[in-house]
């Protein structure tokens, strides 16, 4: 999979990943008053208005960018009606020839950690028959359990040619919390990121990158630097752009001479850019027009970054 992503980002010349994470003030009112409509300030309502903004959104993207990332708990908070919404978009996406990065974070150990990896990057068995309930390219995985959380994941990468992305230095403030906490006197990520290319090396692409990819947020440029030593061969998962504070100079660390080596997401930026002042002329009922100029120009942007990798 890690093959076919970086033939995406190849041909688009657009290492950018749209993070559809819509609540509901990212929606513009008409969206939502139509959905109530038909069922009401209801869940089911607000479901339908996530799906209808996501599915404009994947239209309006689908040809700039390889992949587009939605974040689970985002739909989560919808129950059942959201899941199924969450579903759809994938699907959806998948029809437009997108790449689909499941933002779950999920971790835990032995046949619960299989479940995981079979709902969202597997198969499981019903009977006589397979199914992959989610089927996302990619997700999200957390370390935090060790090897016993990963392995299963790792399975499924490879019976099912699907990836990872491992979190290794994320990019919210209290990150460092833990992850910048001393261990034989180097900080937690480095020790993490150590296992994240250890857990990788047997599941290498034709392209040099492994299917076992690591987040590393832009808002930490110089860890992003040593990540990348201990990491060759790992791509990374770049939150942080944008919303978050980091801009393309950040930025450069993360990819190779020849401008790979990381996918960089967006969501705010993009998915609600019809209100922020530099894409008002868009108006609200312009959202997606102004999602494609958002993530146009974050392209642009990017290129300035990957020119002195």
């Not at 990212?26 to 109530?36: L, Q, R, S, V, Y």
Request: glycine share 10%; hydrophobic share 45%.
């Amino acid at each position: 999979m890690i093959d076919r992503l970086i033939e995406r980002i190849t041909e688009m010349d657009a290492p950018v990943v749209a993070g559809l994470d819509p609540t509901m003030a990212h929606i513009p009112g008409f969206i939502k008053e139509n959905a109530f409509k038909e069922y009401g300030e209801t869940l089911e309502g607000a479901a339908l208005a996530v799906k209808r903004f996501n599915f404009a959104l994947i239209d309006a993207l689908a040809d700039i960018v390889p992949a587009v990332k939605p974040q689970a708990a985002m739909y989560e908070q919808f129950g059942i009606p959201g899941m199924m919404v969450y579903r759809d978009t994938i699907a959806y996406a998948h029809e437009k020839g997108l790449i689909v990065i499941g933002d779950v974070k999920r971790g835990d150990i032995g046949s619960t950690s299989a479940a995981y990896a079979n709902a969202h990057i597997g198969q499981i068995a019903v009977g006589e028959a397979q199914y992959a309930p989610f089927d996302e390219d990619f997700c999200t995985v957390n370390p935090y359990l060790g090897s016993d959380g990963i392995r299963p994941f790792l399975e499924a990468c490879e019976e099912y040619d699907r990836g990872i992305f491992v979190l290794a230095k994320t990019s919210n403030p209290s990150s460092g919390e833990f992850q910048d906490r001393l261990i034989d006197g180097r900080p937690l990520y480095e020790h993490v990121a150590e296992k994240i290319a250890a857990w990788g090396e047997d599941l290498i692409g034709t392209c040099g990158w492994s299917e076992v990819g690591a987040v590393a947020g832009a808002t930490y440029p110089e860890v992003i630097k040593t990540l990348r030593e201990i990491m060759p061969h790992t791509f990374l998962l770049v939150p942080g752009y944008g919303a978050q504070g980091a801009g393309a100079a950040e930025l450069a660390p993360c990819f190779d001479a020849d401008g790979l080596g990381a996918i960089v997401n967006s969501s705010r930026g993009i998915i609600a850019a019809y209100k922020k002042d530099e894409y008002a002329r868009f108006g609200e009922e312009g959202f997606a027009d102004a999602a494609r100029q958002a993530a146009l120009d974050m392209i642009e942007d990017l290129k300035t970054c990957r020119a002195h990798a």
